[in-house]
């Protein structure tokens, strides 16, 4: 026997805040995701910074009862929200409060109530965004006529952990290009001219290299001997790179038995000190 379905209840959801409401509209989805039968119908106020705006919106709260949602900061405004609510009859909540409290009493401080305060993290986000789309559009050697805008340019032999490395660095906020180093190819030409970017050599034991590639060829299903794990092959690209490195002054750092954030902040190490205002 089927159980019945439940009915789907709609209400009137209002939401007000004096910011974009962005923090606002993902509390009240995440909250209302949590009751299947719930409908919320919303009605979404950002940006209520005078007293006229927010009057605008009492006019629609009053014609659609339910429930008032808030991240007011402003203590005036706030007041008149609330007590408009208690006059018709709607519960109000605002939403942070619970939290702010906790912190605050953790803390030992007061809080700002600094509008918009948390979109301060939103500059270092889509910092790291924009560090990301500019890394993954310079992996293993691409659109080098762009290699002069990033931060740190890493060069190594193939399976010196180049990319991995690099993403790791964007999630930072550092723009990282890569250059893989293959016998017998020119590295970009556009190398010799970038004169901002850290550009960093990638060196790993020839041991180490071949242990890697193995096990790289095998979740291929690739079992074909070649000189990419030859160990006299890999030891001459080794010994290339480090003469690569040593003819241009480029730091080296030996990725050996080092984790890729072990790696990523030997990198971060040498930007602050060939950088230490812009990074």
């Known amino acids: 026997m089927q159980k019945p379905r439940s009915v789907a209840v709609y209400f009137h959801l209002h939401l007000v805040s004096d910011s974009t409401g962005e923090t606002l509209n993902a509390v009240a989805k995440a909250a209302c995701a949590q009751f299947d039968m719930g409908r919320p119908i919303e009605h979404v106020y950002p940006l209520v910074r005078t007293r006229k705006q927010l009057e605008r919106a009492f006019a629609e709260i009053e014609s659609a009862p339910g429930l008032v949602l808030h991240t007011m900061v402003n203590s005036e405004l706030r007041g008149l929200l609330e007590n408009k609510c208690r006059e018709f009859g709607q519960p109000s909540v605002a939403v942070l ?6 912190l605050g ?11 918009g305060a948390q979109h301060d993290l939103d500059a270092r986000y889509f910092a ?9 559009a310079h992996d293993d050697g691409q659109s080098a006529a762009t290699l002069d805008k990033a931060d740190v340019i890493l060069i190594g032999v193939s399976r010196t952990s180049k990319t991995p490395t690099c993403i790791y ?10 250059i893989p180093i293959v016998l017998g190819v020119a590295l970009p030409t556009e190398l010799e001219f970038v004169k901002y970017p850290l550009i960093v050599g990638l060196i790993a034991s020839p041991e180490r290299l071949i242990q890697i590639r193995r096990n790289r060829l095998l979740s291929l299903n690739e079992e074909t001997e070649t000189e990419y794990v030859d160990l006299d092959a890999v030891r001459a690209e080794v010994a290339f790179a480090r003469r690569l490195f040593a003819e241009n002054g480029w730091p080296v750092i030996d990725v ?18 060939v950088h230490p205002v812009s990074q």
């Not at 050996?256 to 000190?273: C, G, N, P, Q």
């Open 169 to 178: 660095l964007a999630n930072r906020g550092y723009k990282a290009a890569n």
């Open 97 to 102: 409060d619970p939290v702010m409290g906790l």
């Open 105 to 115: 009493t953790y803390l030992g401080a007061e809080v700002s109530h600094r509008i």
């Open 256 to 273: 050996t038995r080092r984790s890729i954030e072990e790696t990523a902040a030997a990198v971060i190490a040498l930007l602050s000190r």
């Open 128 to 136: 790291r965004i924009e560090a990301l789309n500019y890394t993954m």
